[in-house]
């Protein structure tokens, strides 16, 4: 177990895991004191949100919005993506590349400015701030495809828009799926980010601030945990449903 | 000796050269590739160029196949056109009473079909789903497809494979599905880089006697080897070109071609036995 390379059985990983937990756990409950509030106040804290109907609203309001910006991020991303290899529009997906660079929170004032009203706003700021993280992962997928994936479309008799339909649109499916599962991530957490920007609607990050506004710590933890366990369990779908729409993939 | 007559052209490559900044790596490749007619048969071409690792037969395999332009120099294939009347080129066995008329012009990629050394396929695609692309690229073909496809894989004993993925197969079944799909394209030509390379003994002879059916599938096919299995590759040819340096000079060239037919080496199932291929192969040796 502590060496190198060595391989363990599964159950083994999770009874290691298991204790490791259970180890964290007792040392925080033992350590902690004053503003820090102990696992056992979280769980009850915890315990309590998950009987409200304020948490399952709030998470509504929030799922909404990630899946909005995700389907406008990935349908914004693959046409760049896609169009890149036309040498009139590499420049474009260049500059979006190079977007990554550029922080949100100087550009909130213009984004008022261009959007009619708060929900617009969450959602044109989450998908700014997603594209550009996109367009990288895929644009790399796109550079790293082996050039005898050309040429057999080549060998094969394909025109330019073949190969480009058959190599990166279907070809590449699967890898979209990927980069989609590893930037929910991305997009999860700028949530709570940009919900504090207009509380009106509620959301996930709008409870997470109020809390904070309190120093409700306990909650605020408690909350961050529900935000964890959420970001795994779309983790886990996504990757399952990727294994089912694309049994080729590894 | 059997009877045979060499006639029109069928590919020509004329002073090629290919150079990578100052270094020369093709200078003045020159040969040419006829039709095989013995009375009686379809009997399509069987072509080697050996040479030794490092020489440019790769470079030279990538020009053929029109995947890269040579620096100067052309090759002109001759290639298949249906007219809709009788043609000059009637003995075809693809479209029988069709009009098929010759006509030679630069090769281009997608007018030769081209097995890479790796066998390499989408992996995104089924075994079916490939060999259907393909397929749909030839105009022959044209609503018989799955037909087409039926027939080869029942012939290349791959009817049980057709609907896995690449990577679930061994790199014998790998390569049965890159000829069976360039063949479904329709090309004339078939080139093949290192086709025997990683081979096992037993499967080295099904591979060449695989081969040996394609080139009588059809009276214009011809198959182009590129490899350095000497031994395998001249018991299947009909006509060797070696590809080597000559003294002096920069770059590779073909520096000899041998006639195996004019040596009563070609189409015999036990030709290795014969002492004439031991010398043949001696003297390739030594011209390497």
Redesign the interface.
Known sequence: MFKPFEKISRQSFFVMVLLQVVLTLTIWQFSAGGLIPTPARIAAALGHLLTTRLLADNILVSLLLTGQAMFWSILITLGFAYLSVIPFFSSIAQFIVKCRYLTLTGLIFIFTLLTRDGSQLKLSLLVSGIVPFFTTSFLAVILNI?R??F??C?????SRWQSLY??II??K??QVFEILRQNFAISWMMITMVEGLSMSEGGIGTLLIKYNKYNDLANVIALQMVIFGIGLCFDYLLGTLRRWL???TR | MTAYTKEEVLLQARDLCLSYGDTCILRNVNFTIRDIIRPGLQQGQVVSLIGRSGIGKTQLFRVLSGLQKPGSGSIGIRQRVETGGPGVAERSAVQPGAGVLCQEHPVRPGDMGVVFQNYYQFGWRTVQQSLLLAARQNKALACTEKEAIGHYAARFDLSGILHQYPQQLSGGQQQRVSIIQQLLKGSDFLLLDEPFSGLDVCVLDKVAELLVQVSLSDEFKTLIIVSHDIDTTVSISDTVFILGKEAGKPGSTITREIDLIGRGLAWQKDVRKEKAFSDTIEEIKTCL
């Open positions: 082996p005898q994936e040429e057999l080549q060998t094969l008799g394909y058959e190599v279907v070809g499916a699967d694309f049994p080729y």
